[in-house]
């Protein structure tokens, strides 16, 4: 018998942390207090205007639209658009090959840990 899901699998943030300091002996709320940290500088960086790549995992990209003004065919007035930014993410090769379960880069998803065992 085929069951279907009819909710999308999907794990928070708050899940992630649990199992992360679960698996290394830590408290809790220590690691999400790491990954709250991790996150803000992230963003940080991405509205100061930098690239952040995070290797072999995924690449973030700020793109700025400058700002412009146009008249509108409808009522005639001029607007002034503020400038934006968007955010392009590129998935690494190591996401990749290791969701097609080829594992050929999973030791390689960080830079300050490649080649090193996972401490399963």
Do not use: H, W
Not at 71 to 91: A, C, L
């Amino acid at each position: 018998m085929v069951v279907e899901r009819k909710k999308e699998l999907s794990v928070d943030q708050k899940t992630v942390a649990r199992v992360v300091a679960s698996r290394l002996g830590l408290d809790v709320k220590t690691v999400e207090a790491i990954v709250e940290f991790e996150q803000r500088t992230t963003m940080e960086f991405i509205k100061r205007g930098y690239r952040v790549v995070k290797k072999n995992y995924m690449t973030l990209i700020p793109k700025t639209k400058p700002e412009y003004s146009f008249t509108s065919g409808i009522d005639g007035k001029m607007y002034d658009v503020p400038s934006t930014t968007r955010i392009s993410v590129r998935i690494g090769e190591g996401f990749k090959s290791f969701v097609r379960e080829n594992n050929s880069m999973a030791d390689k998803l960080c830079r300050f840990v490649a080649n090193k065992k996972n401490p399963d």
